[in-house]
């Protein structure tokens, strides 16, 4: 590890149903509160999916919506952290093409157009990550990679997405995955681990974290928010639409974080949770969780954040990294939103109704990604977080 | 150390469905990038020693989705402005076509490989990230194989012409596959230039392979094309030929 840089997180920056700040997403939380709710635009569309997280920040109307929402969230990480796009990489994802309606008819929104937008004023390098759900996580992991390794002084991390247009909606209901508009209340559409999941709901989102080495941090007298310390990934090569039952694929993404962080499961004081709502994955998740705990799993605090925010697909990851940022900072895990009555096989030590401080250091955060990918980081409390 | 071990180009369909009819039943439900991609890494990697084991680096197409897609696009949109879209609903297999990773995840899923994946987004250039990504990954010692494969399309709107290509990288020194060469990868190393681009997944990697077979030379200095990088930089792939 001699030869291995630091590295830490200097700056943040989230846009997410539950507000354009990180500040706003993370009191959000800890309110119990969720911004997911039933959006208008859509019940006008008469499709059966009309709730959703959606970014109030940035207008529906807006065709380069894609390219607002991660602007936005990129120039406040780089504000917080003091630095300079120019002097930084960047490894990012803007998720999927899609397909919109603009002034002037039909708008093909290309991913890889939008990413090289946001590209062009930083340095190198400039990599798109395409890991489906896991994207941010895995954007994350691959910075601090570089920066760990010397290859590269800082970058700016995360992924953004514009899901809440009736061609996704659509789409992701053929697939089974998102919840249908039942005549429930909108705000309880997505209920990670409960009883009564149904499925996530889709969501809009940016997130943005400047990482650098420590040294470079220290030079700067910045805030230090929290420490990556680890990083894996694994295929579940199972199914394109489902994880495999007993978790494995995920377990396998969990143990190579610890091991390239040189923890033991142990060590772990809490995990920001993929939580995605769906029958099948919140189950996987759950035994994967277990067998990584073993006999300890009833005493580590697990959350997740998709009922609050919504999925919100390539910036998923990085919205839950930077909230488990702020659990390293602050020591408080905050509470799975819409979790009441914990299903059978997704028992865990879930943290419901209110947030629990358990003076945390060491986060586990993870990502699954549809198709299989998996990717998790570990944090660590940083220095003067 | 890294070696170039095989690589393979597929551009025809027909052929696959033909020739392969095992492997035409595994991928003839997605689109067309994704199949040419997941042929191309179908031939190379029979000059894996573990397909199970190697890194999978995999490049979204620059054009993703089918023509399928495309029309069920115009739908929506449509219907969305006009509010009828009602219950209409997408055939799922047509959602798998907007899907980045799709291609990984297939290639996962026959091979029964659990490793270290990189999917890499359909911007322009992406392809020598890929490369640079499989160099420090067996430099660094963490796998002993990688595989990079990208699949993409002249267009998705109209079922234009297609290329997959697959290169497989190893940390042992065999002969490269068709040419019977041992093929180092050095470095790829970069300046800022700002060009125009043509994005597409797999062109520049074809042309990098065209290179390598015509290059005679022990020392190889591959400048890429300005239309094959990502607009941002002057690349160029070093490589040893003996």
Known sequence: MSDKHRVVITGMGALSALGATTRELWDGLLANRTGVRQVQRLVESGITVTTGGEVDAVSPENVERDYEIANRAIDDALAESKRDAAGCGFIWSTGLDTFQMGSDGFVHRSAGRCFSNLASRFAGPRRMIAAACASGTQAVGEAFRLIQNGQVEACVAGGSSVMLTPFYLIGFAGLQAVAIDNGDDPSLACRPFDKKRKGFALADGAGAMVLETLESAQERNATVFAEVIGFGMSQDAF???????????????????????????????????HATATYSGDLAEAAALRKLFADRWRDVPVSGSKGAIGHAMAAAGVLEAIIAAQTCARGIVPPTVNLHDVDEG???????????????????????????????????????G | MVYLMAAARQDDLAKVRGEKPELWRQVRRYNKPVQLALAAADEVMRFASDPATAAVISLAPCQPGSADLYSWGHVVTSGMASGTLGNLRMNPTQTLHAVDNLAMSAFAIAHRNHAYCLGLGGAAGQAWCGIEAVHERLSAGLEEESLLMAGDQDAAEDGSPGLGVALLFSTRAKPFQPLDRIVRLVSVSRSPAIVDVVPHAANGLAALLSAIAEHRDRVMSYVVPPAHTDGFSTITVALEIS
Not at chain 1, 246 to 262: F, I, S, T
Not at chain 1, 348 to 372: Q, Y
């Open chain 1, 239 to 273: 199914d394109l639409n489902r994880p495999c039952d007993d978790g494995a694929g995920a377990e396998l993404c969990m143990r190579r974080a610890l091991a390239d962080a040189e923890l033991m499961a142990e060590e772990i004081d809490a995990v920001n949770a």
């Open chain 1, 346 to 384: 997704c028992e865990l030590d879930h943290v419901i109704g209110e947030p629990r401080d358990v003076n945390a250091e060491t986060v586990l955060s993870v990502s699954f990604g549809m198709g299989g990918q998996n990717a998790a980081v570990v944090l660590k409390r940083g220095l003067n």
